[in-house]
């Protein structure tokens, strides 16, 4: 990709990318590299990939930042190897080797039954090395010292756990796929798995398959992505955010209450057709002719906007 001079004006455009996350890279790393495929500086991700894991990581350009929260929120999907007779301080194959036992006793039904309890709503413990924040630090910060501090729990839900190919043997292996809330870390899965069968166990490979609407099939390579933004093209592979928040209920506005919700007004919900379909507990996209105008919640009979991401213009 050629560099172009600095006063060379640049289009200003939004969207969310599905990046396909090679191994070895942070998220952040990769937020760097669309910086400079995209010539802007306001990207981030909706959601940290280990270095060690690749698979889908969606990013958010220009005005886009101002719904990460919610693409954040959305369910994750996994597949991943699971080698049993080995622990590390990590959780995968990148930490420290802290315990060894021959895994040769187990069977894929041993496998199975374990995942299944699994299952449901729990408490979590992020990895000791891990980018979660505990005293003023990030746990591997810590974990770099030597220090040892106490891991708060995080709730969690896995919704789906299926065992899809097992290979016994000293260092048995499975091929799991996991589906889970945010904040789930299959690297603690692995560990937990372990535990349970006595053996231990890590996460010696890990693929993040799909993030909320977001599939691996249609996530692009840096390759790609590199071509697409040379020839100019990148804004025509972003998703618009409302095609990114497609889940959530949608209201579309006529033009007098296109204008009342760019003011952050609030509607009356008898003047929304079917407004009683619409739910109480998740936001709400509020749309004019041009895309998406706003988020609003139902708050005492109104829906008001609580996210105005442009004016009755298009600005």
Known sequence: MSNRPR??????F?????????????SHDVVDEARRWAGMRRIGHTGTLDPGAAGVLVLCLGDATRIAEFLTDQRKAYRAEFTFGASTDSGDAYGTLIGEHDASVLTAADVQAALAGFLGVQEQVPPMVSAVHRGGRRLYEHARRGETVEVEPRRIEITECRLLRFQPGPRARAL???????????RALARDLGERLAVGAHASFVL??????????????FEELAEVAAEGRLPAVLTSMDDALADLPVVDLTPGQRVQISDGRP????QIPGWAR???DRPIRLRDSRGLLALGRIEEGRIRPFRVLRGASGS
């Open 176 to 186: 799991v796929h996991v589906e889970c809330s945010k904040g789930t870390y299959i």
């Open 208 to 221: 993040r398959t799909r993030a909320g609407r977001f599939e691996i099939a249609e996530a692009m390579t």
């Open 278 to 280: 619409l739910p109480t």
């Open 7 to 12: 006063s060379d004006p640049r289009p200003v």
């Open 14 to 26: 939004s969207g969310v990318l599905n990046v396909l996350k090679p191994p070895g890279m942070t």
């Open 267 to 270: 509607l009356p919900l008898f």
